[in-house]
């Protein structure tokens, strides 16, 4: 293997954590920083602070190139490109709160042969004002790039060593040459483009997806009122290949770190620029409502739902996470306890997660744990073992007979041959 550049990431989230383990299995010496002292010596001892498939295994596996400190000086002296990995997280205005970003950029010295590469989302225009500032700071020879990530969470791994494409967004120089030095063993299409041009792509395809879902949600609503069963009209919509088969899954919302915030923001980006991007205004709407279509449906079977026992199957908001940011469970068990109802829930993973941001949800231990004296049980998130239980011993277990398949994840029939009524997402 040729020699491979030793490279720093700033930030040991979710993206930071599987760019530093994913480079070191293409052989790269990587520098990891973090402000959180805590954090880093759990991770120099092993300890990996997020559940992420395979990621302990690739960061154990390459102990010896992951170096973990929290002074960015140490990721300077070893490396010339720097990937900042720092979390964006909304603020009230829906604008992204950059102050990580513009923490790790302050820190930066004049430097002729280092570079930032931006993996955080950020707002169209934000490469230029960086570029703005390094030059008023008299460090305008400091490279900039844009490389925005695209990983799916529980699949993150996956997602780096074989992305769909990496985008490159940069002058044209030394910086950006190095960035795709640095991907080439991937082999993946690359899109080398301008600073902009870059960031835009990474709001742009994370409103499209959205949009995408809060479409078929709609179908799956109209699906309702008019005896269609939105899986059967997803697959016929989904075999023309300008549409595509993914991302068409109704169910009762997408929540996450990046899709609610990716389009806000989007939105709040058009607004700022005097555009109003109405369509988005929809797609956050839609999803919203998606959340709260499910607390109807209980009424539709068991009239008020004061003093009702309602289990919820999954918390994280998708399967082989604990990431509850945004979750659909979020809401939903907020609302139903709004309405009198008494809730319980199960999630394998993100328990610890839950049981910070969900007050008065009782948490059980496994599903049959929750659903037991349940008047009704909602699958939320579509894990493996719910789609294995035996629903016989659920139906044994509750006191009433609603389940309601938030995911379209079940066989009805299944469900129903157990004794169960069974009420999923669009489907007639
Ligand atoms: C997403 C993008 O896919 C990724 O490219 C980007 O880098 C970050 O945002 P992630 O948030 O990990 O990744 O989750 P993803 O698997 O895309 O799912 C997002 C949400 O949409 C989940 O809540 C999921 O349940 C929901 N969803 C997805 C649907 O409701 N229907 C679908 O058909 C697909």
Same mark, same amino acid.
């Given at each position: ?80 490109? @720097? ?9 009230? %205005? ?12 302050? +820190? ?17 225009? =934000? ?34 060593? +074989? ?18 030095? @640095?991907? %080439? ?40 009122? =008019? ?110 306890? #709004? ?10 993973? #993100? ?5 910070? @941001? ?30 294995? @239980? ?22 009805? #029939? ?15």
């Amino acid at each position: 293997m040729a020699t491979r550049e030793p490279i720093g990431v700033v930030g040991t989230g979710y993206v930071g954590l599987v760019t530093a383990a994913g480079f070191a299995e293409l052989g790269n010496e990587v520098w990891c920083i973090d402000i959180d002292a805590e954090k880093i010596e759990r991770l120099r001892r092993g300890e990996i602070p997020i559940y992420e498939p395979g990621l302990a295994d690739l960061v154990q596996k390459h102990r010896g190139r992951l170096h973990f400190s929290t002074d960015i000086a140490d990721a300077l002296e070893h490396a010339r490109l @720097l990937f900042v990995a720092v979390g964006t997280p909304p603020t009230y %205005s829906g604008d992204p709160d950059l102050s990580a970003v513009r923490a790790v950029v302050a +820190s930066m010295p004049a430097s002729d042969h280092h570079a930032l590469i931006m993996k955080s989302t950020v707002p169209v225009g =934000t490469g230029a004002s960086i570029k703005r500032f390094f030059a008023e700071q008299g460090k305008g020879d400091f490279r900039y790039v844009s490389c925005p990530e695209f990983l799916k969470e529980g699949a993150a791994i996956e997602d780096f060593l +074989s992305p769909d494409r990496v985008v490159v967004g940069d002058d044209g120089d030394w910086a950006g040459d190095a960035v795709v030095e @640095l991907y %080439s063993p991937l082999e993946a299409p690359l899109v080398r483009t301008d600073i902009a041009s870059a960031e835009m792509v990474k709001l742009a395809a994370n409103a499209f997806l959205a949009t995408k879902i809060s479409f078929i949600n709609e179908i799956a609503n109209v699906c309702e009122e =008019t005896g269609a069963d939105v899986i059967e009209v997803a697959r016929g919509m989904g075999l023309d290949d300008r549409i595509g088969p993914k991302f068409l899954q109704a169910g009762i919302g997408f929540g996450g770190s990046c899709f609610p915030k990716d389009v806000l923001g989007l939105k709040q980006l058009a607004g700022n620029s005097g555009y109003h991007f109405q369509l988005l205004n929809a797609v956050i709407e839609v999803n919203e409502l998606q959340k709260r279509r499910v607390i109807s449906k209980l009424q539709k079977h068991l009239g008020t739902l004061i003093g009702k026992r309602i289990a919820l199957l999954g918390l994280a908001f998708k399967p082989n996470t604990d990431d509850m940011r945004e979750a659909s469970s979020l809401v939903l068990s907020a609302r139903l306890q #709004a309405d009198g109802a008494t809730v319980v829930a199960y999630d394998p993973v #993100a328990d610890e997660e839950a049981a910070k @941001l969900l007050p008065g949800v009782t948490l059980a231990s496994d599903a049959l744990a929750a659903v037991d004296g349940a008047d009704a049980v909602v699958l939320v998130t579509e894990w493996q073992e719910f789609r294995d @239980l035996d629903w016989s011993a659920v139906a044994d277990g509750m006191g009433g007979t609603v389940l309601i398949d938030g995911r379209n994840a079940l066989d009805p #029939a299944a469900v129903r041959a157990a004794g169960l009524t069974y009420e999923g997402i669009g489907r007639g």
